[in-house]
């Protein structure tokens, strides 16, 4: 797809997404310390000095306008203006003043639930499995956002590997957006960050990839076992680690730093962390990506071999593990 439906080109309508997230951005980077919008250090972050956040309103604007123009014609546009708005909301407000965590969790169940029951209609255990799925992927997002440049990151990585690997249809324009706004993002955000997404971001990009991935499969866009392989990096670190804390008795709902890549940053730095990130997707999940699509039949191997580096790196780094004082 070329152009949208209004007859604007694609190229046009991307740049359009970058110049309203980068200036979007560039306005928050000024906005939010004034309205008291500062990540500030404590012993659970992994930043030193107080950062200006909730800067994921950069792209969260532009993307739901992008949505709006796309509503008419593209089902999970419509989903996602309405959600995406909502879990927008929610986090901005967690990000000047928390949220009571149960709050927050039943907030992300219902739009999960909603968006579920609004696009695919499915029967009770699918739906099940869907809401589910979708609530975890919405707060792992949020987990995974812990050090600079990182949730953009894997935001572009996803977007710009399934228009790599797929024969799109109707969700070309919306991938294409979600690549331009978190790459204009990232402008600000890459080691050492300007100015944090925070949760106004982190949730809406989970809600956005997360409804994407799923409405994809179930229109015959782009299979489910790529999207899992593309996003491997972030569902793997989040699932693994929360598994160890509670298999040891943690309180595995407090705030930590001992995911991989926080500790992966912590030795190294972020950028070398973000880097790696970058490295792991380019040679190894999106060349696996491709082959699970070329050889639908292995596709659970090829996902599993894809996983592996990971599982390993988490076994050697103690991901999960009780942290030392």
């Known amino acids: 797809m070329s152009a949208l439906a209004g007859g604007l080109p694609l190229a046009q309508?991307?740049?359009?997404?970058?110049?309203?997230?980068?200036?979007?951005?560039?306005?928050?980077?000024?906005?939010?310390?004034?309205?008291?919008?500062?990540?500030?250090?404590?012993?659970?972050?992994?930043?030193?000095?107080?950062?200006?956040?909730?800067?994921?309103?950069?792209?969260?604007?532009?993307?739901?306008?992008?949505?709006?123009?796309?509503?008419?014609?593209?089902?999970?546009?419509?989903?996602?203006?309405?959600a995406g708005l909502a879990i927008a909301a929610l986090g901005l407000v967690d990000d000047a003043r928390d949220v009571y965590r149960s709050f927050r969790l039943a907030c992300h169940a219902l739009l999960a639930t909603a968006s579920v029951l609004w696009l695919f209609q499915p029967g009770l255990l699918a739906g099940a499995i869907f809401v589910v799925g979708l609530a975890w992927w919405l707060n792992l997002y949020n987990f995974m956002d812990g050090i600079d440049g990182l949730a953009a990151s894997q935001a572009i990585a996803y977007a710009g590997g399934v228009l790599a690997l797929g024969q799109l249809e109707g969700s070309t324009p919306l991938l294409w957006a979600l690549v331009a706004g978190s790459a204009g993002f990232l402008c600000f955000n890459w080691p050492p960050a300007r100015i944090f997404m925070g949760d106004?971001?982190?949730?809406?990009?989970?809600?956005?990839?997360?409804?994407?991935?799923?409405?994809?499969?179930?229109?015959?866009?782009?299979?489910?076992?790529?999207?899992?392989?593309?996003?491997?990096?972030?569902?793997?670190?989040?699932?693994?680690?929360?598994?160890?804390?509670?298999?040891?008795?943690?309180?595995?709902?407090?705030?930590?730093?001992?995911?991989?890549?926080?500790?992966?940053?912590?030795?190294?730095?972020?950028?070398?962390?973000?880097?790696?990130?970058?490295?792991?997707?380019?040679?190894?999940?999106?060349?696996?990506?491709?082959?699970?699509?070329?050889?639908?039949?292995?596709?659970?191997?090829?996902?599993?071999?894809?996983?592996?580096?990971?599982?390993?790196?988490?076994?050697?780094?103690?991901?999960?593990?009780r942290e030392t004082v």
């Not at 970058?18 to 919008?37: D, I, N, V």
């Not at 491997?232 to 008795?249: E, N, Q």
């Not at 880097?275 to 039949?297: D, G, K, N, Q, V």
């Open 13 to 82: 309508f991307s740049a359009l997404v970058l110049a309203g997230t980068l200036g979007t951005t560039w306005a928050m980077c000024k906005l939010a310390p004034r309205f008291g919008l500062l990540a500030r250090p404590n012993a659970r972050s992994s930043h030193a000095k107080p950062t200006p956040t909730a800067g994921g309103i950069g792209f969260v604007l532009p993307l739901l306008a992008t949505f709006a123009v796309l509503a008419a014609e593209h089902p999970p546009a419509a989903a996602l203006l309405v």
């Open 200 to 321: 106004a971001g982190a949730g809406f990009l989970g809600i956005v990839t997360g409804v994407t991935a799923l409405w994809m499969w179930q229109s015959g866009e782009f299979p489910i076992a790529p999207s899992a392989i593309l996003l491997l990096t972030f569902w793997f670190d989040a699932t693994y680690t929360l598994m160890v804390r509670v298999v040891t008795g943690q309180a595995f709902a407090d705030a930590h730093r001992t995911h991989l890549y926080q500790i992966i940053a912590s030795r190294r730095g972020h950028g070398f962390a973000t880097a790696l990130f970058w490295l792991h997707f380019l040679a190894w999940l999106l060349p696996l990506a491709a082959l699970s699509i070329a050889l639908p039949e292995w596709r659970l191997v090829i996902l599993a071999v894809a996983a592996a580096p990971l599982a390993c790196a988490c076994v050697r780094f103690r991901a999960g593990a």
